[in-house]
């Protein structure tokens, strides 16, 4: 079974704080993502990274930044976090083997910045 | 530009009742379709998708190029349908994938 893991399930952070949120996936996935859900809005890809060290702006990058050193990993970094970042944020990964692969979810982390 | 609308953030049906669940895409060419499912406090995980024409847990969705739209359907809803709902399309080779809204559908008992 595909198992996506992130770290920190609940986080209160204050505005302007830097914050990391941490993923890791024991499938061996090229492909790794990071959404955010928000309610009425759906599922929005904020990066996405498809190898070691490779990343790509998703549909809302402004205010974050991703790290991938490890394959296994994949980092979403708030530089200076603000209020309108509180939100639910989601990591995914995906093999590149095949066509619309299944992408695979972690439980969440619920960010809330006071 | 390419995109997935669900028109119903909410829907709401009795136990037992049909339940359709509306998807329209905007893509040029033949699309590859999920559905995406959230159970309350569990994470989000794929329903069925387009190529397989399976039914998984009674639900089916038929794309219909005409109409542009990957409904999801289920002839008699349970209370365990519960769950928040995603249809969604592959972009870029299909590596990334772009979500509709959402919608939440409740079975009332």
């Known amino acids: 079974d595909v198992k996506v893991t992130q770290s920190s399930r609940y986080l209160v952070k204050r505005t302007g704080e830097k914050v990391f949120l941490e993923c890791v996936q024991d499938m061996d996935h090229e492909n790794m993502f990071w959404y955010r859900q928000d309610p009425g809005l759906g599922l929005r890809l904020i990066y996405f990274s498809y190898d070691v060290k490779m990343k790509e702006k998703g549909d809302i990058p402004e205010g974050y930044s991703v790290s991938r050193e490890k394959k296994e990993r994949f980092s979403l970094i708030l530089e200076s976090a603000s209020t309108n970042q509180t939100s639910m944020y989601l990591c995914?990964?995906?093999?590149?083997?095949?066509?619309?692969?299944?992408?695979?979810f972690g439980e969440g982390s619920w960010l809330t910045v006071v | 530009a390419q995109r997935v609308t669900q028109p119903e953030k909410l829907l709401s049906v009795f136990k037992g009742a049909p339940v359709e669940l509306k998807c329209n895409y905007s893509?040029?060419?033949?699309?590859?379709l999920f559905w995406y499912v959230q159970y309350s406090r569990q994470r989000l995980q794929l329903l069925l998708r387009h190529i397989s024409r399976e039914s998984i847990k009674g639900f089916t969705a038929d794309l219909n190029k005409g109409e542009t739209s990957f409904h999801l359907k289920k002839p008699f809803a349970q209370e365990e349908d519960s769950a928040m709902y995603y249809c969604?399309?592959?972009?870029?080779?299909?590596?990334?994938?772009?979500f509709g809204q959402g919608t939440r559908l409740t079975i009332n008992p």
């Open positions: 995914a990964s995906s093999s590149t083997q095949g066509f619309g692969n299944t992408i695979y």
């Open positions: 969604a399309l592959p972009l870029q080779g299909a590596q990334k994938l772009v």
């Open positions: 893509y040029s060419g033949s699309p590859e």
